[in-house]
Nanobody, 125 residues
Framework: QVQLVESGGGSVQAGDSLRLSCAASGSNFHRYTMAWFRQAPGKEREFVIGISWAGGSPNYADSVKGRFTISRDNAENMVYLQMNSLKPEDTAVYYC??????????????????WGQGTQVTVSS
């Protein structure tokens, strides 16, 4: 069974940085498009950032452009989310998501088939 496992969440102060990791297991990960979503209490799950597993430009939510970056290591089946200049409004559960078909990053959550359990990020002011 394909599995995604996030790690690296925690509690930080505004302006700090945090790096989230997503470890994937299964097959054909070199063809996966990967993305990060987040969900704050009382709000819908929203797209944060995504990138094709092999090739293609990252796709960013406007709220994180210039602060967050996504990277991948296909040899290790890992994807990362580097978060800089964190703000209290970034507080949410962050989810790693993947899809096995297509090389274009999409933003709707229902276009992704594989999900991690989420990791909490809390930013205080």
């Amino acid at each position: 069974q394909v599995q995604l496992v996030e790690s690296g969440g925690g509690s930080v102060q505004a302006g700090d940085s945090l790096r989230l990791s997503c470890a994937a297991s299964g097959s054909n990960f070199h063809r996966y498009t990967m993305a990060w979503f987040r969900q704050a209490p009382g709000k819908e799950r929203e797209f944060v950032i995504g990138i094709s597993w092999a090739g293609g430009s990252p796709n960013y939510a406007d709220s994180v452009k210039g602060r967050f970056t996504i990277s991948r290591d296909n040899a290790e089946n890992m994807v990362y989310l580097q978060m800089n200049s964190l703000k209290p409004e970034d507080t949410a559960v962050y989810y790693c998501a993947g899809k096995s078909l297509g090389s274009i990053v999409t933003t709707p959550a229902n276009t992704y088939f594989y999900w991690g359990q989420g990791t909490q990020v809390t930013v205080s002011s």
